[in-house]
Structures are given as C-alpha cells and as structure tokens.
Nanobody, 124 residues
Framework: QVQLVDSGGGLVQAGGSLRLSCVASGRTFSSYAMGWFRQAPGKEREFVAA????????YYADSVKGRFTISRDNAKNTVHLQMNSLKPEDTAVYYC????WGAGSDYPSRYEYWGQGTQVTVSS
C-alpha cells in the first residue's frame, strides 16, 4: 500500500509559478506511474499530467502543455509538478495519484492511491 502526501500549493498572481510535491511512503515507488489531477469547485476532476515509472515518458493535458512539467525522483519517492505562467483558470485543488504497474494514464479510475490534495489559487 502507498500513502501520498501532497504539498506546495498556495496563492499566486497570474503569470507566477508554483512547484507542487508529492511524497510517497513505501519501498516500491518506482513500480508506480504517477499522475496529477485537479478539481475546481463545481467541476469534475480532470487530468493534468502523468509520468511513467522511470520518468522517461510524460503526458500532459492540452491546457497545461508548455507551462507545466512533471518529474520524479525515485530515490526520494517524490514526484513534482512545476507550474509556470499560471492562469486564473488553473485554480483548483491538485491531487497526486499512483497507478501500480501503469504507464501513465489520463483516466482517474486507473489510479489506486490518491493524495489529500493541495489548493492552488491564481489571482488575476
């Protein structure tokens, strides 16, 4: 079993940057593909980015491509989401998620474990 702890959210002005982190417990972190999702008030949870177990393949939603970067450090059981050029429409609670033996997916149902979420608010 894996426990995920998200952090790094906050309030930032449009055009600013934030770096989210997700630390996983357990010794099998490298066997999990990792993803970031977000959910804004009144909206469904949506895919943001994913990375395979090795970090060799990454995937992004069209809305964040070119602005966000997902990365992982298997030695530290950590995955990051670097968010640049933030827009007010990026405001949401961001969740990291783990998919055992996955390759990186944009389907929330693929992920077995979820973090508690971290709030990102972008002011205009």
């Amino acid at each position: 079993q894996v426990q995920l702890v998200d952090s790094g959210g906050g309030l930032v002005q449009a055009g600013g940057s934030l770096r989210l982190s997700c630390v996983a417990s357990g010794r099998t972190f490298s066997s999990y593909a990792m993803g970031w999702f977000r959910q804004a008030p009144g909206k469904e949870r949506e895919f943001v980015a994913a990375i395979d177990w090795s970090g060799g393949s990454t995937y992004y939603a069209d809305s964040v491509k070119g602005r966000f970067t997902i990365s992982r450090d298997n030695a530290k059981n950590t995955v990051h989401l670097q968010m640049n050029s933030l827009k007010p429409e990026d405001t949401a609670v961001y969740y990291c998620a783990a998919d055992h033996w996955g390759a990186g997916s944009d389907y929330p149902s693929r992920y077995e474990y979820w973090g508690q979420g971290t709030q990102v608010t972008v002011s205009s």
